[in-house]
């Protein structure tokens, strides 16, 4: 029998946590073959949330789903033994009235704890991704705390901005969204990261040659996917979890099995200095997987236009990275 893959989730019982773990049990994410043991790891007063849940995983009788192990975030070592894959979901959200700056301190320990934790109990090979905001920070602090983890195993998520670009450009061009592809997202998952448009393609064609309108495409495209987190809290009075947890179950995904020809993964990584990046950062690249090992896809035409909005939001990563060099070892 093969040997069941352990997969932790943070903030298991939180709203994007709630979403994920029903598909990651049922076989779609790492194939009808491959048993999932379920590592769910709450705050202390959320263990019994983490008991209904757990209810309800055993209530959906999935084949694929080889058991189910709940974890109290005081103990993030017996949380994280051996495991194969870390979903680190679980920080604080940001308040009404909070700087960004506010929720970088306030998080910055939690993912501190959590990176000692994985470099002492994790499986020598596990991958990370983090989702908890501000998520590319987080995932440097993490990462520096496991120096015995390979650096290529840590990614921050910018697959939900990613996606939902592909959505805007297909609207935009009457199309439907699978014929949008090459999407990358550049830099921080903020305000600041940049969708790229230019080297997007819609039925193989350039994006801008099928979309002609190169003021919404430099304007409005770039500023509804920069804002689409903040609209969609404003229409539903909470923020996005089910787009989110897809877009962090697509991640997963992506990297387990080989990049289709012509379109990129995107996902937030260290730089290794590619498209003028500052090392060190972890920002939002375009990248391809062989389902086993990633790389940063070379060659995406960056003009003028798109060097300044990438050094934008790589300056407002050197910027929170400035405000965590404390927790940074
Ligand atoms: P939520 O508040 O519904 O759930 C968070 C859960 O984490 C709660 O159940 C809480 O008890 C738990 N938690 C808090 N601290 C923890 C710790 N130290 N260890 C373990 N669990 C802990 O929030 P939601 O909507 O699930 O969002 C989670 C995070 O994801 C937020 O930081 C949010 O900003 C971020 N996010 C990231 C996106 C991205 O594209 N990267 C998109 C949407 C949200």
Same mark, same amino acid.
């Given at each position: ?16 946590? @709630? /979403?994920?773990?029903?598909?990651? /049990? ?13 590592? %769910?790891?709450?705050?202390?007063? =959320? ?8 209810? +309800? ?5 999935? =084949?694929?789903?080889?058991?189910? +192990?709940?974890? $109290? ?8 033994? &051996? ?37 002492? =109990?994790? #499986? ?6 983090v989702?908890?905001n501000?998520c590319n ?8 705390? /496991?120096? &015995? ?7 921050a998520m910018?697959?939900?901005? !990613? ?13 439907? *969204?699978?014929?949008?592809?090459? *999407? ?5 998952h903020? =305000?600041?990261? @940049? ?9 193989? !064609?350039?994006?801008? !040659? ?15 996917? !920069? ?11 909470? #923020? ?13 995904? $992506? ?10 993964? #995107?996902? /937030?990584? %260290? #730089?290794?200095?590619? @498209?003028? *990046? ?43 990275? &400035? ?7």
């Amino acid at each position: 029998m093969t040997k069941p893959l352990r997969v932790a989730v943070t903030g298991a019982a939180g709203q994007i946590g @709630y /979403a994920t773990l029903f598909r990651l /049990a049922s076989g779609e994410i790492f194939g009808a073959q491959q048993p999932v043991i379920l590592h %769910l790891i709450e705050l202390p007063q =959320a263990q019994g949330a983490l008991d209904g849940i757990h209810m +309800e995983l055993d209530d959906c009788a999935f =084949a694929t789903l080889a058991g189910v +192990e709940k974890f $109290s975030s005081d103990n993030l070592e017996l949380a994280f033994k &051996d495991v194969d894959w870390v979903l680190c979901i679980g920080s604080i959200p940001r308040g009404k009235g909070m700087e960004r700056s506010d929720l970088i301190r306030i998080n910055g320990p939690i993912f501190t704890n959590t990176g000692k934790a994985i470099n002492a =109990a994790a #499986s020598r090979d596990v991958k990370v991704l983090v989702v908890g905001n501000p998520c590319n920070t987080n995932c440097l602090i993490a990462m520096s705390h /496991a120096p &015995d983890i390979p650096r290529a195993n840590w990614f921050a998520m910018t697959r939900l901005d !990613q996606n939902r670009a592909a959505s805007q450009l297909a609207i935009k061009a009457q199309r439907p *969204v699978a014929a949008v592809q090459n *999407v990358a997202i550049w830099g921080n998952h903020s =305000a600041t990261q @940049y969708p790229d448009f230019m080297n997007a393609k819609i039925d193989g !064609q350039p994006a801008s !040659q099928v979309i002609t309108d190169h003021e919404w495409l430099k304007s409005t495209f770039i500023s509804t996917v !920069q804002q689409r987190g903040a609209a969609v809290i404003a229409a539903r009075g909470a #923020s996005s979890a089910a787009s989110a947890a897809n877009a962090a179950l697509d991640t997963v995904k $992506s990297l387990v099995n080989p990049t289709p020809a012509g379109t990129c993964i #995107s996902a /937030a990584v %260290l #730089s290794d200095g590619s @498209y003028g *990046v500052e090392e060190g950062i972890i920002s939002g690249f375009p990248l391809s997987s062989d389902g086993k090992n990633w790389k940063i896809i070379q060659g995406f035409q960056v003009d003028e236009f798109s060097r300044s909005k990438i050094d934008a939001t790589i300056n407002e990563l050197k910027t929170e990275r &400035d405000t965590v060099k404390d927790l940074l070892p």
